[in-house]
Each structure stands twice: as structure tokens, then as C-alpha cells.
């Protein structure tokens, strides 16, 4: 069965799309030495006509070029397709409430240039804030490779907030930002000789799923545990993203209804017990109370991967791994068969920026 028919109904062609393409890249992005047509077929389920299709117009656009032929297998040698990562680059934003990080990033997904601005969502009055990026945007981009194609810039920011329109909606404590044309100011201030023709806007867990190697099937949880705690979901290989875009807030189910009082006013949010227990200082606790909530996550999607990050999770790395691969363990009736894979983001610190950067290669590419 290819792998269109496996994908849940409802999901639009261009996400599609965007995906299959994505995917190709991202198994060449882990072949140094390239590979064949056949081999991409057979890795992603997609049918050899479909992977035709894809790299056809990857080659048209130079982003891929063929790389000599492979080991004969009795039949005739096959030719080998390789990335060129210095082909195309996108800009990648973390906007944090007190610190913002602005990186470039290659196709290959090597960080080529990375900064940190003191300043973010809480330093100030909007205008000035994106003002400030629009800046460490423009640096970045004339910091790019010769010949590479600047394929556009996302920002990676706390939700909640409208993928589809770009805009803020009441992020916790930060009443300026409430209905903020984030993305279209952004847009509107970068200077037009800089030829960025793409700015997106996404939750910061939804990108940060995005930053580690795509996997070609099953679905992969990011949770994040920093000032706030979410998640990003990929089900199937795609983002999820829900009808108003606002899918994720993982921290506020309720687990403990006379619990602590919660950012969002409600009490016994699973991210009001985990800040509690950090402001005791007791992140065992917390780690307990994440895998508790992430063992519910596994049950309710089926989740094969949980990927984790968010300064709390580094302070304390190992302590939250144990925590959460425990939970799960003790709460899936078949372990055995319902194996879950449980580590640390790759990207690390950089996860969301390198996520955001990584949106905009993914969905560039399918576009073309
Ligand atoms: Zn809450």
C-alpha cells in the first residue's frame, strides 16, 4: 500500500505534498553517499512514480543533483541522487519571553551562523521587539552562501497563536501580544532587496518536533519543559496541528482538579504540578508528573517516539528520561509491543530555532 492511502482522511493535498517531498530530502540529508530512486521508494512507502515526480522537480530546482550509479544488483546500476545542502538555506527564530535566538540553516540541516539578542516577548512593546528581529534577520541573510537560495524565515514563538493568520492569541502574561500580526509585521519589515519570499509563524513544541530527523513513519510527541510545558505532535511524519491550529496544549490537562492554580486560571494543570514541584526544587517529582502525562499522550495517539526538551529537561536530562521511559512502561498494558522510544531532542537548546528554520526548507521544498 503506498503511502498516500495510509494517511488519515481529511489531510489536504499541498500538506501532502509538502511532506512526501520533505521526506525524501530528509532520508538523502542522512545518505552521504546519495541514493537511488528504488532505495527512496522503498524507504518512504511512496510508489517509484511518486518519487519520480519528486525528484524531478528536486533536480530542476538544483537542490539535488544525480551523483554516479550504484552497486549493480544484476540489474542495470542505478543512478544516485544526492542533497547539495549548499543549494538552499532558511532563517530559524526562537522568540522567548526574555532572549531571542536567530540561526541559518543549510538543507543539510548544518547550523551555518547562529545569534542570541537580549531581547524577546516580554522586553517591551511589540513594534520595537519584531523591529529587533527583522535586524537579526537582515544580518543573517547576507551572511548566506553564495548561490544559496534564501527560502524564507520562521519563527518559532509560545502559542496560543494562528499558524493560518500569523497571529498571537493572549499568550499567558503578555496582554500586548494579544491579536499581534506577529508574522505580518515581520514580513512587512524586512527589507524587500532581501528577497525572502517566506515568513512563517508556529508554536514553538510544533517546530521543535520538526528539528530532529524525520522519521518515515509512526508518530513522535516533542514535549517541552521550560517556563511553560507543551507538546508538538507528529502524527504520521506531519504536524498536527488541530482545527484552529492550537493543538499541543499538552500542560493543561487537568490531573489533579484542587491542584495548584495554573497560568491559565484553571487548577491541577499538569504544568501547574510540574512548577510546582521546580519551585521546590524537586524536578523528580516533576519528571514523575511529566511521564504520568506523557504515558496518557502514548495511550490516547499511539505514540512511538517522545522526543524531550526545554532548559528544565537539560538541567536535569537523565532524571526526566528514566521518569518518563518508568511511566510509560508502568502504564501501557503490552510494553513489549507497544515500544516506546524515549530521548533528548538532538538539536538540543537550538531545538525550536533549528525547528523553525527547518519548517520553512520543508515547506519550500514541497512547493516547488
Ligand atoms: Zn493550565
Redesign the pocket.
Known sequence: MGRMERRPAGANLAGLRDHNAALVLSLLRARAEGGSRVQLAAQTGLTPQAVSKIVGRLLADGLVVEAGRGESTGGKPRTLLALRPEAGCAVGIELDRQRSTILLLDLAGTTLRRRSVDIGLASGEPERVVGALAKGVSQAVRAAPDGAKVLGVGVGCRGPLDYETGTLHRPAGLPAWDGFPLRGLLESLLDASLDVPNVLLDKDTNVAALAAPAAVSGSTAYLHLADGLGAGLLLNGAVYRGARTNAGEF??Q?LQPDGPR?????RG?L??LCMAALADDDPRTAARWLGIGAANLVRLLDIDRILLGGHQIFASPDVYLRAVADQIAEHLPEPEWQSVQVSLTPAGASAVAVGAAQLVIDSALGGI
Open positions: 500542560g493543561h487537568v495554573c497560568t491559565c486560571g484553571a494543570c504544568e501547574a
